[in-house]
DNA sequence: TAATTATTTTTGTGATCACATTTTGAAAAT
DNA sequence: ATTTTCAAAATGTGATCACAAAAATAATTA
């Protein structure tokens, strides 16, 4: 799986070429089909999809700039490796990060939009049962996105986007070598507790959704994932 | 006050052009120097620092992933608008982030580093002495990232950096307006608080840092702010 | 055969140019 | 005097080129 593994994504015509090579670029790495390690040069990026490095590189540097590649000494440009503490601190605060996204969105929550929660969560189960894991993927974020950009004021989600990008590396290892990922839905909870405005109970729920899910991972499993995909963990 | 306003920053030789342009925009948002709603033309910038658009653009591209920057329809870059919604939204962000970066720092503090604080205090009161505002500013920057930057996995880092950048021009709109910046002072407590590597006074004292000093700002008085230097409140 | 050196290729970087769009400012019309 | 129309200037964007550094490959030596 490299670089063009997902399908070249439609592109709206306005949109320039280094927002469409930053978003086709983001969606690999969030969804993890460029393993950690691999350096990306900005000519073959270019030549993928067909334009030049101009554009490329704006995109990798706003990627650089979203935690989502790091640049080494060399100037070389690669997805960061995740070690076990990286990924503990990316658990714990996305954990934080999110309850505090929910909290203030409910206050902004419109029945209409709950009801597109539930859709999206019901196209999420569906995508489970065809284990679809990266549609899977997708959807969940669409789910977590629908719920904290309920309000207006949005400082919070881009940041939240950060820490998928940086553990979308980690998932694409999971996936490859726990064959089916094992998805937790708290999100019927969420919803009902939405409906009552029960701003605790939301948090509750998003937590549990996190610490049930990509929380789960035990440390030794994760360091365990790491060695099978060849990260050493030193 | 324009882009220019601080002295064009020291240059390791090996920082490359764009990484130059990156981080003296960024410093001359962070301590206020731009003012919102003024547009930024990649070519005046360029010329400004005698370089080219090339690196510029990267740079300006590095800054919107940041949030200190907007791209708007047209395509114009700008630092953005402040309302008193968003600001609230920034204040309890950063209350929240800071808190939690300061207990996941306590377990890897060391006493070097906690008189380093201790030496970052005393020149950032001397500054505050001198009534010089963007050094006392910058200090007390550097003394929060001294404190955070103890955990050696950083993920935590720049999203707290996204959120100076994003409060700064308005900190720059209070400086033009209050004349002097009252400064709150609770590093002392964090300091005695990390000696005793108790976590929970130590994210107090944060907390109250946050919360008298820049969370100070009454709803009033911050649209009163706005008002003051053109920002429409609408 | 293994290690070292030399050569070739690849790569990142930044300046420049051409093009399309937008903005600005002047001229004309209402 | 205000609005509208039109030309000129400014601006964002992306491709291309030249250069230096790094990586990869080939040749040489121990």
Redesign the pocket.
Known sequence: MGILALEPLDRPDG??????AHRRLRQAIMVGSIRPGE??????I?EAM??????V??A?RRLSSEGALR??D????MVPRMTADRFSELVSLRSLLEQHAARRAVPHITERRIDRLAEIDKAQDEAIGRKDNATALLLNQEFHRTLYTANPEQVIMPMVESIWLQLGPFLGIAMEHVAQLYFVDRHVEAIEALRKRDEDAVAAAIKADISEGIGGFERAAIENLLRLAGQSVA
Do not use: D, K, Q, W
């Open positions: 949109m320039t070429t280094h927002e469409y350096s990306l040069t900005i000519r073959g270019a067909e334009s030049s490095p101009t554009p590189r704006e990798l640049v080494l060399n100037r070389r440009i």
